[in-house]
């Protein structure tokens, strides 16, 4: 079955957010051409039996679970589902709660509207003291988008905002995909160097709205390892392109 629109959501033990998860993916259900595949990303806990437990509550959503058995990062978790969507345009997101589901709507719309030209859509997050941001959460988001775009020669702005949405073209012109949350910065440049199309609308990422979960800045030791990991990565996707 081909269907209009693919959203990819990986989960890593959120097994207590499934629940407001599918709450929240009811919302969608008006889309009738809507595939939604959500990855177990290696869990431990009880994500994967919860999972299955709502999707068997909400036959009314076209939803396909995937089990990955390791956790290799963000990335992977989300390049796994788009191999298997079936939708012309792809979008993902996080699982957990900062990331609204509910903003989707906004780029579907942003979608049929541009519907003729090759274009990623991303979130643009806004508000951010409002939404609990500290100074360290911007100073690294901020830095983080400095670093990339001065090693990939390209300006990168807001690189982790979600949701990301684009036409099945980009993903044909990926050969290389990173496992971890630079899949982000990756998938915007290539956007970039294709000449695509960027738009960005406004989404509230409030950081209290989280409560379960795993990420990879939860604490200082995880922003300076993932400042470092920014570097390293932001290499990998400048020798491994084909621009």
């Not at 595949?37 to 509550?57: C, E, P, Q, R």
């Not at 990623?120 to 508000?127: A, F, H, W």
């Not at 795993?214 to 020798?239: M, P, T």
């Amino acid at each position: 079955m081909q269907f209009k629109y693919s959203l990819i959501i990986p989960c890593f033990n959120e097994e207590g957010n499934i629940k407001y998860l599918f709450s929240n993916l009811l919302k969608l259900r008006i889309y009738k051409s809507l595939e939604i595949i959500i990855v177990d990303n290696g869990s431990s806990d009880l994500t994967l039996k919860t999972l299955n437990f709502y999707k068997k509550k909400n036959k009314c959503l076209k939803i396909k679970i995937i089990k990955i058995k390791k956790n290799k990062g963000f990335g992977f978790g989300v390049f796994q589902g788009l191999k298997k969507s079936r939708g012309k345009y792809l979008c993902y997101t996080h699982a957990d709660r900062e990331a609204k589901i509910i903003e989707l709507k906004k780029a579907f719309q942003i979608i049929n509207n541009n519907s003729n030209l090759n274009f990623l859509i991303k979130g643009r997050r806004i508000n951010r003291i409002k939404n609990h941001w500290t100074l360290i959460d911007q100073i690294f988001s901020k830095s983080c988008d400095f670093v990339l775009s001065l090693m990939l020669f390209c300006h990168l702005e807001d690189v982790h905002a979600q949701p990301n949405a684009f036409p099945r073209s980009l993903l044909k012109k990926i050969r290389y995909c990173p496992n971890d949350f630079l899949i982000d910065a990756y998938f915007l440049y290539v956007a970039k160097k294709m000449k695509y199309k960027i738009v960005r609308f406004n989404v509230n990422f409030n950081k209290k709205s989280r409560k379960y979960g795993q990420g990879s800045s939860d604490n200082i030791f995880k922003k300076f390892k993932g400042s470092f990991e920014h570097i390293v990565g932001a290499i990998k996707i400048l020798f491994k392109s084909n621009f």
